[in-house]
């Protein structure tokens, strides 16, 4: 059994068919670089004529040109480049995959249809640089080892064969020597070239690579040419220097997310998502609906997304990133800080074409170096000596996975708002806690996030407001029609916390619906509880919701409810002012109390003020945020906030968890 041997061989360059050949046998796809439309692209390859032989690739900031080799020995050299546009992103991580159909039958009952990964053909990669498998291994810890897993990526990834070129140079764009990912390959690869100009010296770091090579039947490389080939990686090395980017970077940005940098990067930056689109770590997705001309069958697939674009950070309550600084920051404060906290490594690997394919040759490198002249002092702490995150708990096996459930009853509350009623026997969806969320689907839509406004033994109550075409169908759904249900996902709200405590619940207009089963589970368990003191807002008195409920609270003696509308008419005889005004009607709130608070984020951030003023300790209030979620468990980024994801971290955090973050605008 051939085994992985790091004994360098030799491989002539008039033999790179027969590792081509080797590479496809037993059916095996291979890809690698092959020159189109005046460009390096990774396309089938067949023989070495495909290669781009006798090309180089100059590259700078903004501007990225196929170029002759200069006339002399290496003039015919294939891989004399150092990274094209393109990686083995698009292999393992495609730009559109089918997630999942939708059907609605006769009898209206709808059906939702995870799709399966596709059987992937066994692949190789030829061609694949040091950063190039960098970003693979982020990619892995991402996809494959966080809390959730990307079924398609796993699969692609599980038969994946790497033919790594060692760089023989390193252009102006090249920064991997400072991130610590290149330019030798150490992992990653199953064999591993360094070209010389009549060949290459080659290692096979794994049992596959080993049996390309004992099937090529290559000699030992001589001594002179593994040191040729060791040097030339070695002065690429010194070429690109190793201080590219301050080694602080992470706690620098952090540092200065205010700072007026941002402001001038966006002058330049024309939000074109040209960097996200040929970054090998990107991953952020979304999700692209397509229904038939009668509603009846759609799909959902899975597609490249980018945080530059207008709707990535569009929700009902508008959008929290509608500025390029604030796009800008978010993309690259993920990059080079908030990764590490997420997934334990940098974001960027120091390839480099974020710069060269930069229309307007914005240089991250020239970015963070100006952050650090310009910034207050931050202590250093190297890049690569980060230590890694602790894994987080996985959600359910199925939490991708769609239950059906049946509407009994839709009572609209406002002009558009309606609560849902739910049935469904599904035991996960029965046993969520007070807080979390579902994805609801129907063909035709996309499928929106919506938070459990009350539990029952049967079944769950969704309390809807029309913002979009999605949420608009749903409160139009009569009694009888089915709809796919995904979740329960996310944390809840901590109830338990708060036993022997005060207990106070603030909601701002249809925040009161996330409200109600913290609510429910105090009333159901009120001896545990101290005083509970509920206070609401709306914007007018016909915009309350749950009226009715909210009266018979306000007539129990163990339960004190405050209501106050924004503005009113006549006819109006409660309180008009904003939710925190409440507090001043109402003695004793302080540092016992836990309080619950959710609403539009201004007015949840002017309440977390107001009762830190009382004295409520920050680590017993606790919020919930509304975000972009499309995915529910991490893995799409829309829902990006700071350091977290708020569908997988929350959506409920404690106002010690969120610091100033909760104040800051763009984030």
């Known amino acids: 059994m051939s085994v992985a041997t790091e004994v360098p061989t030799f491989l002539p360059r008039d033999r790179f068919d027969d590792l081509l050949q080797a590479l496809a046998a037993g059916g095996r796809r291979v890809v690698g670089p092959t020159v189109a439309d005046g460009a390096i692209v990774f396309a089938d390859l067949e023989r070495a004529a495909d290669l781009p032989a006798g090309l180089t690739l100059a590259t700078a900031p903004g501007r990225a040109r196929l170029e002759p080799l200069p006339a002399g020995p290496g003039a015919r050299r294939t891989f004399q480049y150092t990274v094209s546009g393109e990686g083995i992103k698009k292999f393992t991580f495609p730009s559109r995959v089918d997630a999942l159909s939708m059907t609605t039958d006769l009898a209206g009952t709808v059906r939702v249809k995870v799709e399966a990964p596709a059987e992937p053909v066994p692949l190789a990669v030829v061609g694949a640089r040091a950063c190039d498998l960098a970003a693979l291994a982020v990619h892995d810890r991402v996809l494959i080892g966080g809390p959730a897993v990307d079924p398609d990526y796993a699969a692609r990834r599980s038969d994946l064969l790497v033919v790594a070129v060692e760089c023989a140079l390193a252009s102006s764009t090249c920064f991997c020597a400072t991130m610590g990912t290149g330019p030798e390959v150490t992992t990653g690869a199953d064999l591993v070239l360094a070209e010389l ?78 960097c996200t689109l040929v970054c090998p770590t990107c991953f952020c997705t979304g999700q692209t609906v397509t229904s038939g001309f009668d509603g009846v069958t759609s799909t959902a697939a899975r597609t490249w997304d980018s945080c530059f674009t207008d709707g990535f950070t569009q929700v009902a309550g508008g959008n929290f990133r509608p500025r390029h600084q604030d796009r ?107 807080g979390q969320f579902v994805m609801v689907g129907v063909p035709a839509f996309a499928i929106p996030p919506i938070s459990i406004s009350r539990y029952h033994p049967d079944g769950i109550e969704l309390t ?20 796919g249900l995904r979740g329960p996902l996310g944390r809840g709200w901590p109830v338990e916390t708060a036993h022997g405590r005060d207990v106070v619940i603030v909601a701002g207009g249809i925040g009161l619906a996330p409200l109600r089963p913290v609510i429910d589970a105090v009333l159901r368990d009120r001896a545990k509880f101290a005083d509970v003191r509920i206070y609401l807002g709306a914007r007018t008195p016909r915009e309350r919701l749950f009226v009715d409920e909210i009266e018979a609270l306000a007539a129990r003696e163990d339960v004190l409810v405050r209501v106050t509308v924004d503005r009113a008419g006549p006819e109006w005889l409660g309180r008009v002012g904003i939710v925190t005004q409440l507090f001043k009607t109402v003695r004793g709130t302080g540092t016992d109390a836990t309080a619950f608070i959710c609403g539009p984020e201004r007015m949840m951030a002017a309440t977390a003020t107001t009762l830190g003023d009382l004295g409520v300790p920050p680590e017993h209030m606790w919020l919930t945020l509304e975000r972009h979620m499309e995915c529910g468990v991490g893995l ?29 605008e763009g984030l």
């Open 197 to 274: 100009d009549d060949g290459f010296v080659v290692r096979a770091p794994s049992a596959a690579g080993g049996r390309i090579v004992e099937s090529l039947g290559l000699a030992p490389a001589a001594p002179e040419r593994v040191g040729k080939a060791a040097a030339q990686t070695a002065a690429a090395r010194v070429a690109m220097g190793t201080d590219a980017i301050p080694a602080n970077a992470r706690d620098l940005l952090l540092a200065n997310l205010e700072h007026p940098r941002w402001e001038a990067i966006a002058e330049r930056c024309i939000a074109c998502a040209n």
């Open 328 to 434: 800008y920051r978010q993309w690259m404060t993920h990059k080079f800080a908030t990764w590490f906290d997420q997934f334990g490594t940098s974001g960027c690997i120091g390839c480099g074409r974020c710069v060269a394919w930069c229309p307007v040759g914005i240089d991250v490198r020239a970015e963070l170096t100006a952050f650090a002249a310009t910034a207050p002092a931050v202590a250093a702490v190297p890049l690569r000596d980060r230590g890694t995150l602790q894994p987080l708990a996985p959600p359910a096996p199925d939490a991708l996975d769609f239950r059906r459930a049946t509407v009994v009853s839709i009572t609209p509350e406002t002009a558009d708002t309606s609560p849902l009623r739910l049935v469904t026997d599904d035991p996960a969806i029965l046993a969520g806690t007070p």
């Open 636 to 664: 799409c980024g829309h829902c990006q906030f700071g350091s977290r994801f708020v569908c997988r971290d929350g959506p409920v955090f404690s106002a010690a968890e969120l610091g100033d973050d909760l104040r800051r």
């Open 464 to 483: 809807i407001r029309a913002a979009g075409a999605a949420t608009s169908f749903l409160t139009r759904l009569r009694p009888g029609a089915t709809l």
